[in-house]
């Protein structure tokens, strides 16, 4: 471990011990560094780290500071594990179909990236010209696996994230939920047990309900992702096939595994025969340089599928994604052909295009940059406004805010006040087959700066504490 590193931890933990206590100013770089025997620049690289991990913040002038989170959870323990049950339940119908239809113009509560960032506008340069390119030889790229420049980019992403990753281990799908579809096909029979982090994305509940496979849900904590413990327990007693997990950047929590967590799961997977289906698509889109490694990185067995998309860096409607897997790879091109053939090649052409001008990594930093700025301004406004109780932890990456609100809250009230006011934020029970996270809801950031935040974050939170007064007047018979 480096030095920074555990001068890091030694602070993470009289964190979580509340030694040091929300809002308290910690001892000086130079106190540290004189305290540990360690270098100002080692301690000013810890007090990085702990900053991107959303536990400090700095502030001009006077130093740095436990941020003001109430609560930090640590990783379940295994008799917490009782308490959330690992049971396999029936996932439900059409979870997104059914709250997309009800919720059009989703604001607050979108998935979607900010898609009409300035540079976002080589890309439709690229499809210009790529559409005509197309038409005068609309032939001649057409693979099976997709359009080779594009995959031979793909797999420099893949080398840069630490994957050995070749072009052939490539295949170009309809976006990221076709590569899990193909994945969860390739690894699971109907009937089959597959276990997802809880809270997690629901595209995943809708394909397990259509590949017939029934999810067991893992709890997943806000700093330490997925419980590794309670993975173990649930492997001990359920024949589990599969885990999905989306490690970095997740969504909805945003967190991102330690690399040792990472290790420790591949390290499960391969003592209890299961595969690991890797869902990396907002990991490019860390706030931590270099972007967090994927578990695929370590897969020495071979047992990870790591699938991803541009959905999230680019947009969705290019509906461009991949599957790596580097085995099964017959198996895994049979699957995408007989689920919805060559995947549409001038989207591909005008991403390898953006891709080759170098517009894709400055596109890439710009929108880090945007989304870090959006967290701040979201944090700062979520931190003013909403009632004692609240918690939330800073995301790693991405553009989502997962907040907990106080437990009496009811968040299928509050939806039902905030459709009145046309404010839209994700209830977390969508995020849950069981229908958990009664009381949590996610924030979307990414495109804050189309809509007044200020007012549409305090239009929340006052539809929030209304809530918490109602809840508190029928309990006491007002
Ligand atoms: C974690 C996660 N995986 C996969 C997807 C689906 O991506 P795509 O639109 O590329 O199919 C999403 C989209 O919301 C997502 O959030």
Redesign the pocket.
């Known amino acids: 471990m480096k030095l920074y590193m555990s001068v890091a931890a030694h602070l993470r933990e009289r964190i979580e011990k509340g030694i040091f206590s929300s809002g308290m100013r910690l001892p000086s770089v130079r106190t540290l560094s004189s305290d540990h025997g360690v270098s100002v620049t080692t301690v000013q690289l810890a007090y990085r780290q702990l900053e991107s991990d959303g536990l400090i913040e700095s502030k001009p002038q006077s130093g740095y500071y436990v941020k003001t989170i109430p609560v930090l959870p640590r990783p379940m323990a295994a008799n917490d594990i009782k308490a959330f049950s690992t049971e396999p339940v029936e996932s439900q119908n059409s979870v997104e179909f059914e709250y997309y239809m009800e919720h059009p113009g989703l604001l607050l509560g979108t998935?979607y990236p900010c898609m009409n960032a300035p540079s976002m506008a080589p890309l439709f340069t690229a499809l210009h010209r790529q559409a005509q390119n197309y038409v005068q030889s609309p032939q001649t790229r057409r693979h099976p696996s997709g359009l080779l420049a594009l995959r031979e980019h793909i797999s420099h992403l893949m080398l840069d994230a630490g994957c050995q990753s070749r072009t052939d281990d490539v295949i170009i799908t309809n976006?990221?939920?076709?590569a899990?579809f193909i994945a969860l096909k390739a690894s699971c029979e109907p009937g089959d047990l597959v276990a997802i982090e809880s809270p997690c994305?629901f595209?995943i509940l809708e394909l397990l309900k259509i590949a017939g496979v029934t999810p067991v849900e893992i709890p997943a904590d806000p700093v330490h992702g997925l419980s590794l413990e309670a993975l173990v327990v649930a492997l001990e007693t359920l024949p589990i096939k599969a885990v999905y997990l989306?490690p970095n950047c997740n969504?909805p929590q945003g967190y991102t595994m330690s690399d040792v967590r990472k290790r420790q799961l591949l390290n499960i997977a391969n003592k209890y025969d299961i595969t690991l289906i890797e869902?990396d698509?907002?990991s490019e889109l860390s706030y931590l340089l270099p972007r967090p490694r994927p578990i695929k990185s370590w897969d020495s067995e071979n047992r990870v599928i790591l699938c991803s998309?541009f959905?999230k860096t680019l947009t969705?409607d290019m509906k461009t994604?991949w599957i790596f897997a580097n085995r099964q790879q017959k198996k895994l091109l049979n699957l995408k052909l007989m689920t919805s053939g060559v995947t549409a090649i001038t989207p591909q052409m005008a991403i390898a295009d953006f891709i080759e001008q170098g517009h894709y990594a400055r596109h890439i930093r710009k929108m880090r940059l945007l989304y870090r700025k959006h967290l701040a301004i979201a944090q700062e406004k979520v931190l003013a406004y909403f009632p004692k109780g609240t918690h939330f932890i800073s995301p790693q990456g991405g553009y989502h805010l997962w907040i907990n609100l106080p437990n009496e809250i009811q968040i299928s009230e509050l939806c039902a006040q905030l459709e009145l006011k046309k404010i839209k934020i994700l209830p977390g029970t969508l995020f849950s087959p069981q229908k958990r996270f009664t009381s949590s809801l996610r924030l979307s950031y990414s495109s804050l700066h189309l809509y007044d935040a200020d007012e549409m974050i305090e239009s929340l939170a006052q539809s929030v504490r209304q809530c918490l007064t109602e809840v508190k007047s029928s309990t006491f018979g007002l």
């Open positions: 998935g976006g990221c939920k076709e899990l994305y595209g989306s969504n869902d698509i907002y998309s959905s969705p994604g």
